[in-house]
DNA sequence: TAGAGCACTTAATGTAGATTAAGAAAGAAG
DNA sequence: CTTCTTTCTTAATCTACATTAAGTGCTCTA
């Protein structure tokens, strides 16, 4: 419930009533697993904060090729930044992987919030300074690494969404096709 | 000289003082060409704003192959996010490819200043968001586009630094050998 | 309990781009 | 101007990964 207060109380100290402001510009909603919650195309007007549950956000290349750029479990922000800040048509896909209880922020809302309490500014600097590193190293992994060493990189940052993600998610979010995945990964058991 | 505050201004506004006060914390320093102003192992102390000229961030692998992560002209940001924001030696060079003037802050000054003039914490926050959006959009062009789609789209997008730096390097930004870079430029001029 | 659809595997073949190696051209430095 | 170094080109060969295609085994639904 107060989940989301939680996470930004790691960064930024808000007081009670600053909490109870927070909880108002805010809405909880479940989502059955498979529900997408965004389509390439529509303007994205939210920040999600996944409180339960799993999303994964990916774009569709000639309606045929999905390329994962995230995935989001507990605790985790998503959404189509592009598309939230220019509020023009996305690229994007959010989807629903696991069933989910996700806090919705609304663009609006977010920028009345970095008026009436600016540490929530500072919040999502520093949550978008660490996305940015993060994608980052993703982007250099991603010319300098072979497919092999970004699959282990992935294995070691997020241990637990491999069991949960179905495998052909993981080979796009790394870069590779499922069937060249397949092949690499029973090579690596074979080891 | 004043370059920066018209960079800061075109996204928030300053007044008089806060502008003097800002411009007591930066520093600005020339550099000749092929400087290295920061090394992979060192600590990044500062965020770089270049004034005039042009410099490139990249990694080195294995001691060998080089990767650029970015360039930056006139009026851009640079630097190394990762070690700047943990304090932890980075793995990232910054080199001055041209004759550069380059505002430096470091990150006291920084930290400093979302205190004294909280609308910068806003204009850094939208730089870096800004930035996150160009990243996730290289990420994604290299896990979909071929490397011809890639060049096409680094052409279009800086025109300018087609003239200015060598062509192994625009290769390594896109992902690709200078070798292959060659042969793949040739091949479009016979068109 | 069948069968329709996914997710995963395996294997043959194809290709974009890497590697290696050499030489040409163009700066920089003395 | 000459030499040294670095950048760029060309070409042969190689390989990591893609594509195509077929088959296996889930799991969901009816």
Request: proline residues 3%.
């Amino acid at each position: 419930m107060a989940q989301i207060l939680e996470n930004i109380s790691k960064i930024v100290t808000l007081s009670p009533e600053e909490e109870l402001l927070f909880l108002s510009k805010i809405e909880t909603k479940h989502y059955k697993a498979k529900t997408v919650i965004l389509s390439a195309g529509e303007v994205c007007k939210d920040s999600y904060f996944v409180n339960s549950g799993l999303l994964r956000s990916f774009t569709i290349n000639d309606n045929i090729v999905e390329h994962v750029l995230s995935f989001a479990c507990e605790g985790w922000w998503i959404g189509d930044m592009y598309s939230l800040l220019s509020q023009k048509p996305g690229n994007l896909f959010i989807e629903v992987l696991e069933d989910a209880e996700v806090v919705l922020l609304s663009k609006e809302n977010q920028e009345e919030l970095y008026h009436l309490i600016p540490k929530l500014e500072r919040f999502f600097r520093i949550i978008v300074e660490n996305s940015l590193v993060a994608y980052q190293e993703r982007l250099m992994d991603n010319l300098s690494l072979s497919a092999e060493e970004r699959f282990d990189k992935f294995c070691k940052k997020y241990p637990t969404l491999i069991q949960k993600v179905p495998q052909k998610q993981i080979a796009s979010f790394i870069g590779v096709t499922p069937e060249f995945f397949s092949k690499m990964k029973s090579r690596l058991l074979r080891k």
